[in-house]
């Protein structure tokens, strides 16, 4: 009885003094933060998708994940941006796969002259190429999405109506697209988007190889006065927005499923990006008076056909590697007939 009596005092005694009866309960789940290594500068359209994804994704969450956006390539440069996401320098990153080439061999079917029309056509296929493959060349990371530009095409300051035209003409381009103007008969120049401009109006280059929308991002409607739209020879270039694996398996299986989601949105948002700033360029060049060339299919069949050897030469060499490069350019090609 005693030792009861005693209880009730203690406990009275606890109440009175304003101390917790019993222990306090688990605090709130730690909100799961995530930083995300861009390379386009911040006001590029595709800097914004990330954030906006981010945004999403916290909200989706109700606040347990929260995105910490890097733009400009500040956590990792451009080329280095894969390699950081797989080292965990960021838990995810976005770039592009030909700053590291040779390193994804069977992917590099993404930037062949395929004559891509658009960068929603161009998004979808490299989204619908992965899902087909898988290639291994992408194990070390959890891939979230892809991305691709829209058709990458002949920029100059004199008009291109035909093949012949651009025999000796210095382009500048980089990538692959530097073996496009050998095949066309020009004369390549490998140089930086950043650079471009004062080459054109210094004459340094008489053209350039990029999507429509350099027009007016890079401004370069100021410096060129025609485009040809050389659709049988135009081109893409692959981009990824992958996760660190660790990172990924250590995040709940609630959350991993929003983000599945969202990702597969992201993809067409991805995609209609690149066409909206194309058609920004489009707008921008011709209201500076410049002109667009559209050549018939008879000429697209003569730029199709001379870049042709493109597409042999990646079969032979993916092959020479153990890679079914002739099953991903073959599954390409159709698909991309589908898309457009």
């Known amino acids: 009885m005693k030792r009861a009596w005693r209880y009730i005092l203690v406990i009275g005694s606890l109440w009175l003094a304003g101390l917790p009866l019993f222990p306090p309960a688990a605090s709130a789940q730690t909100t799961i933060k995530l930083n995300y290594s861009v390379f386009f500068p911040a006001p590029h359209i595709h800097s914004l998708l990330a954030v906006e994804w981010g945004k999403e994704l916290e909200k989706r969450t109700n606040g347990r994940v929260k995105v910490d956006v890097l733009p400009g390539g500040t956590l990792t440069p451009a080329d280095k941006c894969y390699d950081g996401v797989e080292k965990g320098i ?56 892809l991305h691709a530009h829209g058709p990458g095409l002949l920029h100059s300051k004199t008009p291109v109506n035909k093949v012949e035209d651009l025999k000796g003409m210095k382009v500048r381009c980089t990538g692959l697209a530097a073996k496009i103007v050998t095949a066309l008969g020009g004369a390549p120049v490998g140089m930086p988007m950043g650079e471009t401009y004062d080459a054109l109006s210094r004459g340094v280059v008489d053209a350039s190889l990029a999507p429509q929308e350099s027009l007016a991002t890079w401004k370069w409607g100021e410096v060129v006065k025609y485009t040809t739209e050389d659709f049988g020879a135009s081109y893409s270039t692959g981009m ?5 694996k660790n990172k990924w398996n250590s995040l709940p299986a609630d959350i991993q499923q929003i983000i599945e989601k969202l990702n597969e ?26 002109k667009i060339i559209p050549l018939s299919k008879a000429e697209n069949d003569r730029w199709a056909a001379a870049v042709r050897p493109l597409l042999d030469e990646y079969v032979k060499n993916t092959k020479a590697k153990g890679l079914p490069g002739d099953e991903a350019l073959k599954f390409c090609q159709d698909r991309l007939k589908k898309l457009q």
């Open 265 to 290: 949105e992201w993809i067409e948002k991805s995609g209609k990006g690149w066409d909206e700033i194309d058609k920004k360029g489009r707008e921008t060049t011709l209201k500076l008076g410049n």
């Open 90 to 145: 960021s838990d995810l990153g976005m770039s592009v796969f030909a700053y590291t080439r040779g390193k994804f061999p069977l992917t590099e079917v993404i930037d062949l002259p395929l004559g891509i029309k658009s960068g929603l056509a161009a998004t979808r296929l490299i989204n619908d190429y992965y899902q087909k493959f898988k290639p291994k060349e992408l194990d070390g990371v959890k891939v979230m999405f």
């Open 240 to 244: 990824f927005v992958v996760m660190n």
